[in-house]
């Protein structure tokens, strides 16, 4: 079993930055592939970032490469989503999931657990 929660969300202007941050408890963190998603009002839910085990391997959605960095900080029990240049259209509930599976998957329903997520609001 693995307890994740999320922090670091909040409001912020177009252009701003945030870091959003997912400690987890438990099993030893390194036994799993680590995702963060979002999810906006009305729409489904999004793949956005993925490190794997090791840490040798990420993984970014289009829409965010080359503006968002996936960390992990092992002895922390933390993975970390630093989101720079952020747009109105990045606004929504971002989760941060584990995954015990084989692989980097990008797919929500490869993630076993799950934390409640953290609002990142973006005003333009």
């Known amino acids: 079993q693995v307890q994740l929660v999320e922090s670091g969300g909040g409001l912020v202007q177009a252009g701003g930055s945030l870091r959003l941050s997912c400690a987890a408890s438990g099993r030893t963190f390194s036994s799993y592939a680590m995702g963060w998603f979002r999810q906006a009002p009305g729409k489904e839910r999004e793949f956005v970032a993925a490190?794997?085990?090791?840490?040798?391997?990420?993984y970014y959605a289009d829409s965010v490469k080359g503006r968002f960095t996936i960390s992990k900080d092992n002895a922390r029990n933390t993975v970390y989503l630093q989101m720079n240049s952020l747009k109105p259209e990045d606004t929504a509930v971002y989760s941060c999931?584990?995954?015990?599976?084989?692989?980097?998957?990008?797919?929500?329903?490869?993630?076993?657990?799950w934390g409640q997520g953290t609002q990142v609001t973006v005003s333009s």
């Open positions: 999931a584990a995954s015990a599976g084989v692989g980097l998957p990008r797919s929500p329903l490869s993630y076993d657990y």
């Open positions: 490190r794997s085990r090791s840490g040798t391997i990420t």
